[in-house]
Protein backbone atom coordinates (compact mmCIF):
# COMPACT_ATOMS: atom_id res chain seq x y z
CA UNK A 1 0.00 0.00 0.00
CA UNK A 2 1.57 3.66 -0.78
CA UNK A 3 1.07 5.97 1.86
CA UNK A 4 1.84 9.77 1.70
CA UNK A 5 5.15 11.09 1.79
CA UNK A 6 7.05 14.15 1.79
CA UNK A 7 11.23 13.91 1.75
CA UNK A 8 14.12 16.44 1.30
CA UNK A 9 17.40 16.61 -1.41
CA UNK A 10 19.21 18.41 2.05
CA UNK A 11 18.82 14.73 3.83
CA UNK A 12 19.20 11.90 0.82
CA UNK A 13 18.28 8.64 0.53
CA UNK A 14 21.92 7.89 -1.18
CA UNK A 15 24.74 10.09 -2.25
CA UNK A 16 26.40 8.99 -5.66
CA UNK A 17 29.90 11.02 -6.33
CA UNK A 18 30.90 11.65 -9.56
CA UNK A 19 34.86 10.06 -10.25
CA UNK A 20 35.05 14.59 -9.90
CA UNK A 21 33.07 17.75 -10.13
CA UNK A 22 29.81 16.86 -9.02
CA UNK A 23 27.19 14.01 -6.94
CA UNK A 24 23.94 12.89 -7.67
CA UNK A 25 21.69 12.91 -4.34
CA UNK A 26 18.76 10.15 -4.66
CA UNK A 27 15.13 9.90 -2.82
CA UNK A 28 13.34 6.67 -2.92
CA UNK A 29 9.69 7.22 -2.54
CA UNK A 30 8.27 4.09 -2.22
CA UNK A 31 10.22 2.46 -4.63
CA UNK A 32 10.53 5.40 -7.63
CA UNK A 33 13.99 7.04 -7.53
CA UNK A 34 14.14 10.77 -7.97
CA UNK A 35 17.71 12.36 -8.14
CA UNK A 36 19.34 16.00 -7.79
CA UNK A 37 22.38 16.04 -9.80
CA UNK A 38 25.06 18.72 -9.14
CA UNK A 39 27.25 19.03 -12.35
CA UNK A 40 30.28 21.73 -10.86
CA UNK A 41 31.84 23.57 -13.76
CA UNK A 42 34.34 21.35 -15.89
CA UNK A 43 31.60 18.33 -15.53
CA UNK A 44 31.28 16.35 -18.66
CA UNK A 45 29.87 12.69 -18.26
CA UNK A 46 32.50 10.98 -20.01
CA UNK A 47 34.96 11.97 -17.96
CA UNK A 48 33.30 11.86 -14.21
CA UNK A 49 30.10 9.34 -14.87
CA UNK A 50 31.22 6.80 -17.87
CA UNK A 51 34.23 5.18 -15.86
CA UNK A 52 31.25 4.54 -13.11
CA UNK A 53 28.74 3.46 -15.67
CA UNK A 54 31.36 1.77 -18.10
CA UNK A 55 29.20 2.54 -21.14
CA UNK A 56 30.14 4.63 -24.01
CA UNK A 57 27.97 6.93 -23.96
CA UNK A 58 24.73 7.41 -20.84
CA UNK A 59 22.43 5.09 -21.39
CA UNK A 60 19.68 6.43 -18.92
CA UNK A 61 17.06 8.21 -19.80
CA UNK A 62 16.45 11.18 -17.93
CA UNK A 63 13.29 13.77 -17.21
CA UNK A 64 14.66 16.94 -15.79
CA UNK A 65 14.20 20.40 -14.42
CA UNK A 66 17.25 22.50 -14.47
CA UNK A 67 17.16 24.30 -11.09
CA UNK A 68 20.36 26.29 -11.66
CA UNK A 69 22.83 26.52 -14.39
CA UNK A 70 23.22 25.31 -17.83
CA UNK A 71 24.23 22.03 -19.61
CA UNK A 72 24.62 20.71 -23.19
CA UNK A 73 23.64 17.31 -24.34
CA UNK A 74 25.33 15.58 -27.11
CA UNK A 75 23.09 12.68 -28.62
CA UNK A 76 25.18 9.42 -30.05
CA UNK A 77 22.55 10.89 -33.77
CA UNK A 78 24.45 14.10 -33.51
CA UNK A 79 21.77 15.72 -32.44
CA UNK A 80 22.51 18.49 -30.09
CA UNK A 81 20.86 20.98 -27.51
CA UNK A 82 21.02 23.02 -24.93
CA UNK A 83 19.17 23.03 -21.26
CA UNK A 84 19.23 26.41 -18.80
CA UNK A 85 16.70 27.40 -15.14
CA UNK A 86 13.23 26.35 -15.89
CA UNK A 87 13.78 24.18 -18.72
CA UNK A 88 12.25 20.89 -18.54
CA UNK A 89 13.98 18.20 -20.46
CA UNK A 90 13.47 14.67 -21.73
CA UNK A 91 16.89 13.04 -22.34
CA UNK A 92 17.11 9.63 -23.81
CA UNK A 93 19.42 6.88 -23.56
CA UNK A 94 22.76 7.38 -26.02
CA UNK A 95 24.31 10.60 -24.86
CA UNK A 96 27.17 12.76 -23.58
CA UNK A 97 26.42 16.00 -21.64
CA UNK A 98 28.67 18.82 -20.07
CA UNK A 99 28.34 21.98 -18.09
CA UNK A 100 28.25 25.42 -19.56
CA UNK A 101 30.05 28.09 -17.90
CA UNK A 102 31.29 28.99 -14.86
CA UNK A 103 27.92 28.14 -12.60
CA UNK A 104 26.94 24.32 -11.24
CA UNK A 105 24.14 23.25 -13.39
CA UNK A 106 21.55 21.80 -11.17
CA UNK A 107 18.84 19.25 -12.10
CA UNK A 108 16.05 17.10 -10.56
CA UNK A 109 15.57 14.45 -12.71
CA UNK A 110 12.43 12.14 -12.98
CA UNK A 111 13.66 9.22 -15.37
CA UNK A 112 14.41 6.06 -15.48
CA UNK A 113 18.09 6.56 -12.78
CA UNK A 114 17.64 3.84 -10.45
CA UNK A 115 21.02 3.11 -11.74
CA UNK A 116 22.48 6.29 -12.57
CA UNK A 117 26.04 7.01 -11.91
CA UNK A 118 26.20 3.93 -9.41
CA UNK A 119 29.19 1.55 -8.77
Known sequence: MHHLQAHTFSDPD???PFVDKGKAEMIDLDGTM???????????WSEHVKPIAGTDSC????IGYIV????KIHMDNQEEF?????????????????TLGDEPC???DFGEIDTYAKR
Open 14 to 16: ETR
Open 34 to 44: VGCGTFEPGWR
Open 59 to 62: QISH
Open 68 to 71: SGRM
Open 82 to 98: EVGPGDIARIPPGHDAW
Open 106 to 108: KMV
